[in-house]
């Protein structure tokens, strides 16, 4: 079973909002991942956690801050945001094992509108 | 640095025609891992093959196949006999692994539309 969730699948807040992205997998993955993708572009990496630790931050502004309550569940808060933040935001997941390189499973993604 | 071309920003055929997606890549790595996604209207990145540069055996998966040269950098997509349900964007990425995580350089995308 090959199955990352993420909740909600829409999501439209206004600038002074505080919100969250949640991610869900049940594969046994220790690894998990959070992407903004724009229209017609390729995804970008943003956060990183591998074994439940912060191992990637590509620069990603502190209006977005990630969370990883325990192995399965990945969370995304965001506050403030602006209108360019707009975007398709997937999670993914991996195996994490030591000494290979392991893909990626993605989830369906949840489009963020910010008025 | 690394990097993933694809070219082909966007293909249209008619159904049943035969497409191949390109896809070069760049890296100084000797050991590295190619892999390619398709991401249809709904959004969701669906794996579709992984391949590490020690294993140049070319693959076929039903209408599928890929053909891996590492002389020339390039692992090729092809589909056979394409359907309507072939219409997404496909993405070719390239990982280099690092200690914890691993971090996928993704090309910008094919999409390929599939006429009835």
């Known amino acids: 079973d090959t199955e990352v969730t993420q909740t909600p699948k829409h999501l439209v807040m206004g600038m002074t909002n505080k919100k969250s992205l949640k991610c869900e997998q049940h594969?046994?993955?220790?690894?998990m991942y959070w992407y903004k993708q724009k229209a017609k572009k390729p995804p970008e990496l943003m956060f990183v956690?591998?074994?439940?630790?912060?191992?990637i931050n590509e620069s990603v502004p502190s209006r977005f801050s990630p969370e990883c309550p325990n192995s399965s569940l990945l969370n995304l808060h965001l506050h403030a945001l602006q209108p360019e933040d707009s975007a398709l935001y997937l999670c993914?997941?991996?195996?994490?094992?030591?000494?290979?390189?392991?893909?990626?499973?993605f989830g369906p993604g949840t489009r963020l509108t910010v008025l | 640095a690394q990097k993933v071309t694809q070219a082909q920003t966007e293909i249209s055929v008619v159904e049943k025609e035969d497409v191949t997606l390109d896809c070069v890549y760049e890296?100084?790595?000797?050991?590295?891992?190619l892999f390619w996604y398709k991401q249809p209207p709904s959004g969701e990145l669906v794996f579709l093959i992984r391949?590490?540069?020690?294993?140049?055996q070319n693959e076929i998966s039903g209408r599928y196949s890929w053909n891996f040269q590492k002389s020339t950098s390039s692992f090729n997509f092809t589909i056979t006999a394409s359907q309507v349900v072939d219409s997404a964007v496909y993405f070719c990425?390239?990982?280099?692994?690092?200690?914890?995580?691993?971090?996928?350089?993704f090309g910008t995308g094919t999409r390929l539309a599939v006429r009835p």
């Open positions: 890296t100084r790595d000797t050991t590295y891992y």
């Open positions: 993914a997941s991996s195996q994490e094992e030591r000494g290979g390189t392991d893909t990626q499973y």
């Open positions: 956690y591998s074994y439940e630790k912060l191992s």
């Open positions: 391949r590490n540069s020690f294993d140049e």
């Open positions: 594969m046994g993955h220790r690894a």
């Open positions: 990425a390239l990982s280099e692994a690092w200690s914890s995580g691993d971090k996928l350089t």
